[in-house]
């Protein structure tokens, strides 16, 4: 059937409906990937910037999960990178202070303090994909399925991501033990 000129032209995705309904994928996406929470407003604020100039070429043979999805993997990827850059260290996280609480003492909160810092240590230490494959599954319990869709990758590549990241986790979380201990003799 034929369009008349009368007719307005089809229209793409509409970039506020896009940001409304995948806001929270986009903000929990660079989570995953290791930003840390003061900067995750920014970096969500920078794939939507990227996504308004790349709408016009989102062709829509992907979900929009996935799409966005690979706009996070890089944004994340060059944050990381620029990590070591950055003039300013954090101190220590004024939402991380552990108040007094029924029945943990001093000790218990400070080893979980500590167990938090380590497994930060090794979830750093793997790469984005594997990093957030990782955390998908182990984490938030998504299934393997589930990830393959939002991360636009067949389900072999997950199971395979996943099998490599858990490899990855366990001689990293052990390294990082090693080097606790040693640290306090």
């Given at each position: 059937?034929?369009?008349?000129?009368?007719?307005?032209?089809?229209?793409?995705?509409?970039?506020?409906?896009?940001?409304?309904?995948?806001?929270?994928?986009v903000?929990?996406?660079?989570?995953?990937l290791?930003?840390?929470?003061?900067?995750?407003?920014?970096?969500?604020?920078?794939v939507?910037?990227?996504?308004?100039?790349?709408?016009?070429?989102?062709?829509?043979?992907?979900?929009?999960?996935?799409?966005?999805?690979?706009?996070?993997?890089?944004?994340?990827?060059?944050?990381?990178?620029?990590?070591?850059?950055?003039?300013?260290?954090?101190?220590?996280?004024?939402?991380?202070?552990?108040?007094?609480?029924?029945?943990?003492?001093?000790?218990?909160?400070?080893?979980?303090?500590?167990?938090?810092?380590?497994?930060?240590?090794?979830?750093?230490?793997?790469?984005?994909?594997?990093?957030?494959?990782?955390?998908?599954?182990?984490?938030?319990?998504?299934?393997?399925?589930e990830?393959?869709?939002?991360?636009?990758?067949?389900?072999?590549?997950?199971?395979?991501?996943?099998?490599?990241?858990?490899?990855?986790?366990?001689?990293?979380?052990?390294?990082?033990?090693?080097?606790?201990?040693?640290?306090?003799?």
């Amino acid at each position: 059937m034929r369009r008349s000129s009368s007719q307005a032209p089809e229209r793409g995705p509409d970039l506020s409906a896009i940001y409304g309904e995948r806001a929270e994928f986009v903000w929990l996406t660079l989570q995953r990937l290791g930003v840390r929470d003061a900067d995750l407003e920014d970096l969500a604020h920078d794939v939507f910037l990227i996504a308004h100039r790349k709408l016009g070429s989102y062709d829509g043979t992907s979900r929009v999960t996935t799409w966005l999805f690979g706009i996070c993997l890089r944004v994340a990827a060059n944050y990381r990178r620029r990590a070591h850059v950055r003039l300013e260290r954090p101190m220590g996280r004024a939402d991380s202070y552990e108040g007094p609480s029924e029945g943990k003492g001093p000790e218990e909160l400070l080893g979980l303090r500590e167990a938090r810092a380590r497994l930060a240590a090794v979830l750093d230490a793997l790469s984005l994909t594997k990093r957030a494959v990782f955390v998908m599954f182990e984490v938030e319990g998504l299934s393997c399925a589930e990830i393959a869709a939002q991360m636009g990758v067949p389900l072999g590549t997950v199971y395979s991501r996943l099998h490599a990241a858990r490899q990855a986790f366990t001689e990293a979380f052990a390294a990082e033990g090693a080097k606790t201990k040693r640290g306090r003799r």
